[in-house]
Every structure is written in C-alpha cells, then in structure tokens.
C-alpha cells in the first residue's frame, strides 16, 4: 500500500510569513494526525482528526495554527504568522481508527524560520 | 501531567550484540504501547506495539517487555545490526499519542 504523503520536503521562510503542509494520508485511514517534532526532541501532538472532525486540538497553538481535512482525505496544516521558534520538522500521520493502532508516518516537511 | 522519558539518550553497542532500550510513562491509565525507529530525515516507522493486557511480545529480532507495575517499558533488539542505527522512540496511548525525547542507538562494526 501507498504511504503517507507529504509535501514540500523543506520549505524555509521569513518570520511573519505564511506557510502551508500538505498531507494525504493512507487510503482508508479515518485517523489523521499532525505532529512537530523539534530537532533533538519526539514527536508533539498538535491535532487530530477522525474523518473530517477535529478531536483533539488542545496542543494546536490557534493564533497562528489551523488544520483542516475536508472530505476527510487530505489535510492542510497552516501556520501564520510563522516565528523563529516554529522551526521544526512537521509530521502526517495516520492510522484506521484513532484506538490501539499503531500511526504510520510520512518523512515529512522541515521548516526553517529565519 | 503525563510524560515519556528514557532511561539513557545514547547507546552504543558492537554490531553483532543485543541492544535494550528503556523507557519510563507516568500515566498509569495508559493501555497502548509502542516502539519506533526513526532513521534521519524520515518519519518514525512502526516496530512493534503490546497492549496492558500483554507482558510481552516478539517481533522480528525484536521483543518488546512491558511492567505496568513500575511503569516500564523495554525494546530489545537481538543481534544488532547497522542498519539498526537510528533513533528510537516509545508511545503510549491514553486519550493521544505521547512520544518519549527518543534514544540514540549507534551501531559499531
């Protein structure tokens, strides 16, 4: 089966910027995850959807984060105004269901804030 | 709060030997683990999970040890490779996902 697809790979932007991830996850996964993960450090929830609905946003931080998946497919994650501390690699994943299944990872995007 | 720690941030070990890697949860509620191996540049990939209702299981060269009493978790990897190099990962599950900071795993020839 095809994995989980993210794009762009790297981005690098001014802070104050906007930036945009892309993600579409696994066929048939009703779970979608985004996660940061800052360099030396695991993997940080930010939001999860099952199927089109949010069901755990409270790490997202929503002055400067939104997340959408319309249809519940693919996913956007949004960041604006980007800051210097929002440099990170910026992780998709997905599962079948949101309980004792393990998440399969796409590679990611890595953002650098200057 | 809730919290992934590992024992150690590095390990090292001789190609050929077995590698254990630890990990400590605080939450006792927790009911789903899981070890990942994250390799530069990529996203964490699924090694092996167990339930709370499992006190152990074996995968591939891989066996996964778990000790709800002192809340305990442990990844052993038998004949250690170089490709095992890269850097691991425990979750667990509760309400979310929670990741531990990740150890280190080198492999020397």
């Known amino acids: 089966e095809a994995g989980v697809a993210q794009s762009p790979r790297y981005k690098i932007i001014e802070k104050r910027q906007s930036v945009a991830f892309w993600c579409n996850p696994i066929?048939?996964?009703?779970?979608l995850y985004w996660y940061q993960q800052i360099l030396g450090q695991g993997p940080k929830l930010l939001i999860q959807f099952q199927n089109n609905g949010v069901v755990d946003d409270s790490q997202l931080p929503k002055d400067r984060f939104s997340a959408e998946r319309l249809k519940g497919v693919d996913s956007t994650l949004k960041i604006q105004p980007a800051k210097l501390e929002d440099s990170a690699m910026y992780l998709c994943?997905?599962?079948?269901?949101?309980?004792?299944?393990?998440?399969?990872f796409g590679n990611g995007t890595r953002l650098t804030v200057t | 709060g809730e919290s992934v720690g590992l024992h150690l941030p590095t390990l090292s070990v001789q190609e050929g030997d077995n590698s254990i890697i630890n990990c400590a949860y605080s939450n006792s509620a927790s009911d789903y683990f899981i070890w990942y191996k994250q390799e530069s540049g990529k996203g964490p990939q699924f090694i092996i999970d167990i339930r709370s209702n499992m006190d152990k299981r074996q995968g591939q060269r891989v066996t996964v040890l778990l000790n709800k009493t002192v809340k305990h978790l442990s990844l052993q990897i038998a004949a250690t490779q170089p490709g095992d190099s890269a850097v691991y990962f425990c979750?667990?599950?509760?309400?979310?996902?929670?990741f531990g900071a990740g150890t280190r795993l080198t492999v020397k020839p």
């Open positions: 979750a667990t599950r509760h309400s979310d996902m929670r």
């Open positions: 066929s048939g996964h009703a779970t």
């Open positions: 994943a997905s599962s079948p269901t949101s309980y004792n299944s393990p998440l399969h």
